[in-house]
């Protein structure tokens, strides 16, 4: 199983009209700059290789870059790991702020692909708080599936937090789910965390397998 | 669609196999077809005679055509039998047989010729490894089962032989009947979804019930089951839930049991209804079976404050709507009540309420609107008339046939004939609040699926 470069990520996440984080990739920190010029501050800092699949435990990002001076300390602190692995980049990415939701696909050996919605970052794994469908799905299906997990009231306009628009989560569900039906190679997708601020929703992390000899 | 009439409802009917010996698959088979109403043929080379009647050496030497063969012999010889039936030109076969699929390699070797053989002839076959199939609304026992159930509405269509055959036990002298039971065993040529395309079609079949420990074809399963669940409720108890339950369950079938998860998903989005007790499985049965759909809220109606807080704590968690009164309700209620009853739902008409007040009380609760359906309960007190209440039960439901209604009354000595009337009247009685909540839960997942 390997996993998809970004261009090749980028390429399935826009044909598919799924939100991306507004994102680039650089080998340059001049070139890097230039964009955070044109999106802005805060940003995250991520060395982004194939081989590396689990960053955060590589101690392969920084985030909360605020300034000029602090994304070149962030530069220079990950430009060691940027030497050392083969095809390996720097991508420059917007930070969002709000609640980190989930949503993947897994092939099932009997139905097929699978997907899976929930809330976000570690609470998929101690929770497991997440609702499943067979895809492909309609919009209806997609709503359900947003309501069933136990978390929703927080997507709802807990405690002072803008409502997450659910007109756009259930379209990043369908469209994930007609992808996995689409392309039988990609045998595994993870968006985590998907971070939601109201009418904002952006996939942070996207990771697609696919099969080797496809 | 495969055209299954051969099966369900034969007009002649080959036993392969059939014995005199007692405590025999064979002569349970012989026991079960002389019930019915077809034309049979008795076939064994090595017994002249079985129960008094000629026997055949091969199904060659039968002079009629014959629709069903069921075949009970060992698996080594079922691939011989099979043969002849294609020459005779059978419709449909049964193998009853075990030693195929699920022993191993050897029984798949010959699982997989006895395939080759059915489509080469062009033949319907149920099983191998199987207990038959029953059709009470047809008169057909094709099965070593231990008994014929009273026909009715509901089918059932199990992975597992001998859960079936307790469910007919259970199933002897009550209420609750059955159009088709179906153990369906390996799956070699005809699959769990024919038999649901078969149901789906089928005027004397109202509710399907499954038990599954894993389907052959997920993907399959799910568009069938989808499909057919849209005229009919299909309820499904799947097996295999656990670690060790999936464990269990690739030494018990020749099925790969997946992840419960993602059948739990497939089953909801099917609009499957997905029960966790064989009990709760018979239970939702009756009520589909018998009642309307719950359209709107849920009335409870009690004369013991305790079983009404009960239900009103299940419907809750089962996510029930639970409507509060209207002033019109509250206001007809008061004039027919003492005021030592609860005004509030669960409505309490008290420990002596007489069956006046369960008339009166039930009624009004029927007339409100957002009420759909009322659970209605009966503790048994020494002023408490069953069977007058049943009977008022059983009008009032005629009068609001649009609107579910269901009886917990824990059956005893008192209450027996009082249940019995209900049940009678296709009026579902529970001897737990939870079962009858359950039950409620079923009707209104459907109306909202449908």
């Known amino acids: ?214 | 669609m495969r055209n299954l009439k051969s099966v369900f409802n034969p007009q002649t009917i080959a036993l392969v196999g059939a014995t005199n010996r007692p405590g025999s698959v064979g002569l349970g088979l012989v026991h079960n077809l002389q019930s019915g109403k077809q034309k049979l043929f008795f076939v064994n080379p090595y017994q002249k005679k079985v129960k008094g009647i000629k026997t055949y050496k091969s199904v060659l030497d039968i002079k009629e055509g014959v629709d069903l063969a069921v075949i009970a012999v060992p698996a080594s010889a079922v691939l011989s039998v099979v043969r002849e039936c294609g020459q005779k030109k059978v419709k449909s076969i049964i193998v009853i047989s075990s030693g195929f699929a699920e022993i191993g390699p050897v029984g798949r070797k010959r699982q997989e010729e006895l395939i080759k053989l059915v489509k080469e002839k062009g033949l319907n076959l149920i099983g191998p490894n199987c207990l038959g199939i029953i059709r009470p609304v047809s008169h057909l026992n094709a099965s070593f089962a231990p008994a014929t159930p009273p026909a009715g509405e509901i089918a059932f269509v199990s992975q597992s032989g001998a859960l079936l055959d307790s469910v007919i036990d259970q199933s002897l002298g009550k209420r609750l009947g059955f159009s088709t039971l179906i153990s369906y065993g390996n799956e070699a040529d005809l699959t769990l979804e024919d038999y649901l395309l078969f149901l789906e079609k089928d005027p004397s079949t109202k509710v399907i019930l499954l038990y599954l420990e894993g389907v052959k074809n997920g993907r399959r399963f799910f568009e069938i089951s989808k499909k057919v669940a849209r005229t009919k409720p299909i309820v499904v108890l799947k097996a295999g839930r656990t670690e060790k339950g999936t464990k269990a369950v690739s030494s018990h079938t020749a099925s790969l049991a997946g992840s419960d998860r993602v059948y739990q998903a497939a089953f909801k989005q099917a609009g499957l209804i997905s029960v966790d007790t064989l009990q709760e499985l018979l239970d939702v049965a009756k009520g589909l079976a018998w009642q309307p759909l719950l359209r709107k809220g849920l009335g409870v109606l009690t004369n013991g404050g305790g079983m009404g807080v009960l239900t009103i704590d299940y419907a809750e968690q089962e996510g029930l709507e639970l409507p509060s009164f209207s002033q019109a309700t509250i206001k007809k209620l008061k004039a027919c009540l003492p005021s030592t009853a609860s005004f509030r739902n669960p409505l309490d008409i008290v420990g002596d309420a007489s069956a006046e007040r369960y008339q009166k009380s039930l009624e009004i609760l029927l007339r409100q609107k957002n009420i759909g359906g009322v659970i209605i309960i009966q503790t048994i007190q020494i002023v408490t008339q069953v069977e007058k209440n049943a009977k008022i039960i059983a009008n009032l439901h005629q009068k609001f046939p649009d609107k579910p209604i269901v009886s917990v009354c824990l059956e005893g000595v008192l209450s027996q004939k009082g249940v019995a009337y209900l049940e009678k009247h296709r009026l579902p009685n529970y001897n737990d609040p939870q079962q009858a909540v359950k039950v409620m839960k079923a009707l209104s997942v459907l109306a909202k699926h449908w």
């Open chain 1, 1 to 214: 199983m390997i996993v998809l470069d970004f261009p090749e990520s980028y390429q399935l996440l826009q044909k598919y009209h799924l939100p991306w984080v507004k994102t680039a990739s650089f080998t340059s920190s001049q070139k890097a700059s230039q964009f955070i010029k044109k999106i802005g501050f805060p940003v995250v800092l991520k060395v982004n290789a194939p081989q590396i699949i689990h960053r955060t435990e590589k101690q392969g990002v920084i985030t909360g870059i605020n300034n000029q001076a602090d994304f070149l300390t962030a530069w220079q602190k990950l430009s060691p790991l940027l030497r050392e692995t083969r095809e390996a980049e720097m991508m420059v990415q917007k930070m969002e702020k709000g609640l980190e939701l989930a949503a993947g696909m897994k092939r099932d050996s009997q139905f097929g692909p699978v997907i899976m919605f929930g809330l976000g970052g570690i609470f998929i794994e101690i929770f497991q708080d997440v609702s499943l469908r067979l895809a492909p799905f309609s919009r209806k299906v997609a709503e359900e599936m947003i309501k069933e997990i136990k978390a929703y009231p927080l997507l709802t306009g807990f405690r002072k937090r803008k409502p997450v628009d659910l007109e756009q989560l259930k379209s990043l569900l369908v469209n994930l789910s007609h992808l996995s039906l689409d392309h039988p190679e990609i045998q595994e997708i993870d968006f985590n965390p998907i971070i939601a601020n109201g009418r904002r929703i952006n996939i942070v992390d996207a990771k697609f397998l696919r099969k080797v000899n496809f």
